[in-house]
């Protein structure tokens, strides 16, 4: 007013938040919410005591008995493997540590579908270690091969959170402290790293058995020839095979089973990983001590572990599909293209696009909402729904799957756009997390610079924040990519005529019993898996030269 | 008093500034003007609303309340404001805010790019700058491949690129050696005459704040304690606070009276000293409460005491005596003169007042500009 040039420019600063807030909120309950309550509606027509009845008594209640303690044991199993792992690459002297490291991340990027197909070629009758040895084991199809594949699988979890968990609360300087003051090794251990570590362990304990209850790959492979039902492959059977509305009522008291246990797991947890961040002591990293030669044979026996987990069951997929017929010798004179050529057969072809579309479109999909959720930072509202798009997340592919039907099975049955809704919800985490990370990491002030040298706030993020968040972007949309490409659970269920995934095709084909064809087929996904991995890999060095210097 | 002299519109002009993080209260109606061409410091403990009080200005935190005019222009007016694109500012950050993805080179054009510069043009007139800065042999480096001091230099030209009215810098020398520190003020001393541009410093250090500014803003919980020259509000501090903020200083309560024109009598225990007191003003008889800085006391003197601790500093000594006015510092010229323990004489040539309970009937001696 007493300036009578200025005065007129001057505005209200605009905010997007709400905006942003009513958009994601919509999302969420559009991609969630009703799927979710539709599900419940449908399963609680009866009341909850007829869920409760169908949960504990018959085929179903077995299902849910199997699923409650196999998860369990890979729960216990997982963890101290992952424990195990990650104190030899964090806090021993152990040669290859930083290979170690990679190959455990390289694992937990593996189909788990694959995986289970693996074991059955390596370690099953007739399998390449029958065939070297003449030892195959009976146990594989049945509950102790869940528990065991399924365990071998927990443990790169298991260590990947655990092993960040020491990373980022227990620096060495903190046991180096301890030890300074007088305390040995163990109780160093006993008074500093495990109090420490335990949100850590907590958060691990509650992936993997949240990973273990949801898993339907292993189950369905080992455990439906065996007639041993958990509740994902009796969802599974009750919604492909059966016709009957009971079944129907069936796998929707089970889809909600899945979410209550989920629910059940996660809650105690969320009390104990809400400790505080400490504060970075920014000491050198290593050892608090030689930890001597213990450390040579954990490591030795970690690779041995990933020899027998990984490596033998992909070397068997391998060299059964370069074999030219099941029975001969794995040898060179016997190899062949032929098995390939069988399993690119039209059908192959349209799953195989179907499963790069469907993963392309939910990478690009879950980049832009991940994006919106990740851009509405950690504060009040924000948070709120950044938590829920993480908890989304611990629900059951098969739950979504079932839910997303009931809600939008009407018009969307039998395309390809219904699993995409489903993958959209099961993935927007994977897509969240790491995008809310970097925009976290970003530091205010670097926005800042640019206002104030001039840049408005759409430029600002065209030239700043848009260069320095690209690695990132390219990272979540290929990690969003991979898991999508293999995904099983989800297309399962919803997928129609002309719209099975390569997975799918997988899975029928292994229920046929076509060996050799199944381990083709099986090969060529790992290899789509691992160029995407590869991507993933150069993506990731990328971010870390533009993290910010400090 | 020379700022009063002369009267352009100011460079920066805050009125009634009042902000606050959800509840707690970080500027309270703060008024400041900063005159053209002017350097001010703006001094404080940390958590005194320094960092606050710059982003207010540069447009990063919206003031609950208060008008900021920036070279006579309003840009803030209550809840109506210029973004900070629109304010004629530039920002020297406190960890540098480097872009990570940019060149040193690219860095500094990027203001002059967004003035509407075509990018040769831009880049050329950025690698005048790093010359100037004495890194422009570091132009193609990326932030993560400079030193700290590059990496503050880099962030200066950034600055300095911009060509704005008024410069902000938070705490920019903050764990820099003192040479590189040194070097950076006179780098800065010579840009801001050539610019004519007023400069907004915030700082926790007294002597950096003395170094580069015209004029001290001491800032005490979000609102201004006093503002002057750094002799002013060296010589005459409003309060206890403000004397210990800005050097080292002893508080002595006393009986005086007066002594003719700008001095006053003094008694320690026993004996009377007649001293000058700082200003020229006079309290009445009764009771004072007195500032005494090392340097305006002395070893050697009619004064009793006793050696409590000697510091040695090079050029001079400080000794802590134990008075009957209780415990005081005082400097002796060279190397320590007495030794712990020892009784030794000592002496007052002026002391300062402060405002207290004492001295409550005496008018406070605020001293402004």
């Known amino acids: ?141 049945g509950p102790a091969g869940i528990v065991v594949v399924g365990a071998a699988g927990a443990v790169p979890v298991g260590y990947l959170v655990i092993a960040a968990s020491l990373a980022s609360r227990v620096e060495p300087d903190l046991e180096r402290a301890a030890r300074a003051c007088g305390a040995t090794a163990g109780l160093a251990a006993r008074s500093v790293t495990l109090p420490l570590a335990r949100p850590g362990i907590a958060a691990a304990a509650a992936l993997v058995f949240v990973t273990g209850l949801n898993a339907f790959e292993v189950p369905a492979v080992l455990g439906i020839p065996a007639g041993f039902p958990t509740m994902t492959t009796r969802i599974y059977q ?47 990293a290593g050892a608090a001590t030689a930890a001597g030669r213990r450390s040579w044979g954990l490591a030795a026996a970690l690779w041995t572990f990933l020899a027998i987990t990984v490596a033998l069951p992909m070397l068997a997929l391998v060299l059964v599909a370069l074999t030219r017929a099941v029975g001969l010798a794995p040898v060179p004179a016997n190899w062949t293209l032929a098995n390939f ?156 005529p002309g719209t099975k995934t390569l997975a799918v095709v997988i899975l029928d084909r292994q229920q046929l019993g076509d060996v ?4 083709a087929l099986s090969v060529l996904l790992t290899l789509l898996i691992a160029a995407a991995a590869g991507l993933l890999l150069v993506a990731r060095r990328a971010a870390g030269r533009r993290s910010v210097p400090t | ?96 805010a480097l872009w990570p993805h940019l060149s040193a080179l690219d860095t500094v054009a990027y203001p002059i790019r967004r003035a509407g510069q075509p990018r040769a043009e831009a880049r050329q007139r950025a690698m005048v700058l790093l010359e100037r800065m004495g890194v422009a042999a570091l132009a193609d480096r990326r932030p993560a491949e400079l030193s700290g001091g590059e990496q503050q230099r880099v962030g200066v030209a950034r600055a300095l690129a911009r060509g704005a009215a008024l410069y902000l810098f938070d705490e920019p020398t903050a764990h820099l050696d003192a040479p590189l520190r040194t070097v950076l003020q006179e780098e800065l001393a010579a840009q801001r005459t050539a610019l004519g541009a007023a400069v907004l410093y915030a700082t926790h250090d007294v002597a950096e704040a003395f170094t580069v500014a015209d004029r001290v803003a001491l800032l005490r919980g979000g609102a201004v304690a006093q503002i002057g020259s750094p ?62 800085r090392p340097e305006w006391g002395g070893l050697g003197g009619p004064l009793p005491g006793r050696v409590l601790a000697v510091r040695y500093r090079g050029p001079d000594t400080i000794y802590r005596l134990d008075t009957p006015a209780g415990q005081v510092e005082v400097r002796g010229g060279g190397a320590p003169r007495a030794a712990i323990g020892e009784r030794c004489g000592w002496a007052m040539q002026r002391v300062g007042l402060l405002p207290g ?3 409550a009937a005496a008018p406070h001696p605020v001293s402004r500009g």
Not at chain 1, 264 to 284: E, K, N, Q, S
Not at chain 1, 516 to 519: I, K, Q, R, Y
């Open chain 1, 1 to 141: 007013m007493t300036d009578p040039v200025a005065a007129p420019s001057l505005r209200r600063p605009t905010s997007w938040t709400p905006a942003g807030l009513v958009l994601v909120s919509a999302l969420l309950v559009l991609l969630v919410g009703i799927p979710l309550v539709r599900l419940f509606a449908v399963a609680l027509e009866d009341g909850p005591a007829a869920v409760g009845r169908t949960l504990r008594t018959g085929a179903t209640g077995q299902a849910v008995v199997n699923t409650v303690w196999t998860s369990l044991a890979v729960t216990v199993l997982g963890l101290l493997g992952g424990a195990a792992a990650a104190f030899v690459t964090e806090r021993s002297r152990a040669p290859g540590r930083g290979w170690l490291r990679g190959a455990l991340l390289a694992a937990l990027l593996g189909a788990p579908l694959v995986s289970a197909i693996g074991w059955t070629r390596a370690y099953g009758p007739g399998g390449l270690l029958d065939r070297l040895v003449g030892l195959h084991w009976d146990g594989l199809y």
């Open chain 1, 238 to 284: 009750d919604l492909t095979l059966a016709v009957d509305p009971a079944a129907f009522a069936a796998a929707a008291a089970l889809a909600v089973g899945l979410v209550v246990i989920a629910v059940i797991a996660i809650a105690p947890v969320d009390a104990l990983a809400g400790a505080g961040r400490a504060p970075r002591t920014g000491g050198a």
């Open chain 1, 341 to 496: 050529a069988a399993a690119l057969d039209g059908h192959t072809y349209e799953a195989l696009s179907n499963s790069v579309l469907l993963a392309a479109g939910a990478a690009t999909g879950v980049l832009l909402i991940g994006a919106l959720s990740a851009a509405l930072g950690r504060a009040g509202v924000g948070r709120v729904l950044g938590t829920a798009v993480t908890m989304t997340f611990a629900v059951a592919g098969s739950t979504l799957a079932v839910a997303v039907l009931l809600a939008y099975g009407g018009s969307l049955r039998d395309t390809l756009a219904i699993i995409l809704v489903a993958y959209l919800a099961k993935f927007w985490a994977l897509g969240h997390r790491p995008l809310a990370g970097a925009a976290e990491r970003l530091p205010a002030d670097l926005v800042r610079a640019g206002r104030v040298s001039g840049a408005g706030a759409a430029t600002a993020v065209r030239t700043i924040v848009g260069p320095l968040l690209r690695p990132a972007l390219g990272a979540a949309w290929l990690l969003v990519f991979l898991f999508a490409v293999h995904e099983l659970t989800i297309s399962s269920l919803l997928y129609g």
């Open chain 1, 516 to 519: 050799a064809v199944t381990s």
């Open chain 2, 1 to 96: 008093m020379t700022a009063a002299g002369r009267e352009p519109a100011p460079a920066l002009e805050a009125v009634g500034l009042t902000v606050s993080y959800g509840r707690r209260p970080v500027l309270r109606d703060l008024d400041l003007a900063v005159c053209a061409g002017e350097a001010m410091a703006v001094l404080g403990p940390s958590g005194c609303g320094k960092t606050t009080l710059l982003y207010t200005v540069a447009g990063f935190t919206a003031p609950d309340s208060g008008l900021i005019r920036i070279d006579g222009r309003v840009v803030v007016d209550g809840p109506r404001s210029h973004p900070p694109e629109d304010r004629d500012v530039a920002v020297v950050f406190q960890n540098y």
């Open chain 2, 231 to 292: 002799q002013q509000v060296y010589e005459h501090p409003v309060d206890l606070w403000a004397a210990r903020l800005t050097g080292p200083a002893c508080a002595l309560d006393l009986p005086v009276a007066p002594a003719g024109p700008g001095s006053i009598e003094v008694w320690v225990g026993e004996v009377a000293a007649t001293v000058a007191v700082a200003g020229g003003r006079e309290p009445p008889a009764g009771r004072a409460a007195l500032l005494l």
């Open chain 2, 357 to 359: 309970p004492a001295s």
